[in-house]
């Protein structure tokens, strides 16, 4: 955790001072169907920064691309095996980082 002025800051405080701009019904990021997630999709619900990808109540991974980071963290773990599908965000939109 980082120290800021005397207290601990929290990683979700600073995931909020983050903007991200939603493409709304064209999400960069896809979860290819599946009836029992992979190693690397149940890794995804636990390694993911942003704390964008979960359970869903029939037991499979889904992602909820809003407040996505960009980091690129599910496409080393996902991508090359088919898991996901990744694109950038188009022009102006996506994550918006707030520096200071």
């Known amino acids: 955790m980082a120290i800021s002025g005397g207290t601990a800051a ?3 405080e600073k995931l909020f001072q983050n903007r991200y ?11 290819t169907p599946h009836a ?12 993911c920064p942003a704390g964008c990808y979960a ?3 029939s037991g499979q991974v889904e992602i909820i691309p809003d407040g996505c980071m960009e980091c690129g963290t ?9 898991d996901i599908e990744w694109n ?6 996506g994550v918006l ?3 200071g």
């Open 97 to 99: 980082f707030k520096f």
């Open 88 to 93: 950038y965000p188009r022009g102006g939109y």
């Open 21 to 31: 701009l939603v493409d709304a019904g064209r999400p960069h990021i896809k979860v």
């Open 74 to 82: 599910c496409r080393v773990i996902a991508e090359l095996s088919g």
């Open 55 to 57: 359970f869903n109540d």
């Open 10 to 12: 929290r990683v979700e």
């Open 36 to 47: 029992v997630p992979s190693d690397a999709l149940v890794a995804l619900t636990k390694v």
